[in-house]
């Protein structure tokens, strides 16, 4: 089977919601043998993609009739969540772990990888963002209970935006933070605008309606847990939705 970049699931769905995840895969393509130099435990944790994102994606696609498009390489690899500019797009040290198969890449190695995955998968993106003049994009992270040794994180969930949009996120906070069991976030567990991040391509400068959603990966780790999560997130959407400002 021929290698892709990125995997688009339901492209011809009616939804005017399009899933991303950025974050999907833990894969590292076979151009670079299939790993990094890490163990299989580096690997299968948040470092190297958003654990339970893609299933929660999927499960939310298929509810919502909307088409899902996924990451299919590690964010280790290079991270499609970042501008070009980044200085965090190619990781040599991530959360106590060194990536040995990035420690020696250089300028050249990091551009080829831009062609290589990045850009196809952007590319990808663009056409589905593309598909229709009212989309709305929805991007579905995870984020790790505890991370540099810091606190614990609290929130089960958080809903990141820029500080000049959140016409779709505010009523997606406020139907979240009714929920009596939940512990909600704004712009938590990270601020709600990286420049030149997904959002920022696809999004904000053409106006369209967006919300970054981050679940906290030990409640979605499992299928249990991801569907669960999207037959929650799923009617909340919609109203949000329907209550955002044009």
């Not at 963002?129 to 991370?147: G, K, N």
């Not at 000049?164 to 567990?189: K, Q, T, Y």
């Amino acid at each position: 089977m021929t290698y892709s970049p990125s995997r688009i699931i339901g492209e011809s769905r009616s939804s005017r919601i399009l899933i991303t995840c950025d974050h999907a895969a833990n894969t590292v393509p076979p151009d670079l043998g299939g790993s990094l130099g890490l163990p299989v435990s580096d690997m299968a944790r948040h470092i190297a993609y958003d654990v339970g994102a893609a299933g929660v994606s999927i499960e939310l696609g298929a509810l919502l009739d909307a088409p899902v498009v996924l990451s299919n390489f590690s964010r280790l690899v290079i991270d499609p969540n970042r501008g070009e500019d980044d200085p965090t797009l190619l990781m040599k040290l991530y959360d106590g772990s060194v990536i040995p198969g990035n420690r020696y890449a250089d300028a050249a190695e990091k551009a080829r990888r831009v062609a290589a995955y990045y850009r196809p998968y952007d590319t990808d993106l663009a056409r589905m963002v593309a598909r229709r003049e009212d989309v709305a994009i929805v991007a579905i992270h995870s984020f790790t209970p505890q991370l540099h040794g810091r606190p614990a994180r609290p929130w089960d969930v958080g809903i990141l935006h820029s500080s000049w949009d959140s016409r779709l996120s505010d009523p997606l906070i406020d139907l979240l933070e009714a929920e009596p069991d939940l512990v909600v976030g704004r712009n938590e567990p990270y601020p709600g605008h990286l420049p030149g991040d997904a959002i920022d391509r696809h999004a904000l400068g053409a106006g369209r309606h967006n919300t970054l959603i981050e679940v906290r990966n030990d409640l979605i780790e499992d299928e249990v847990g991801q569907r669960h999560w999207a037959v929650r997130l799923a009617p909340l959407l919609e109203m949000a939705l329907a209550a955002a400002k044009d």
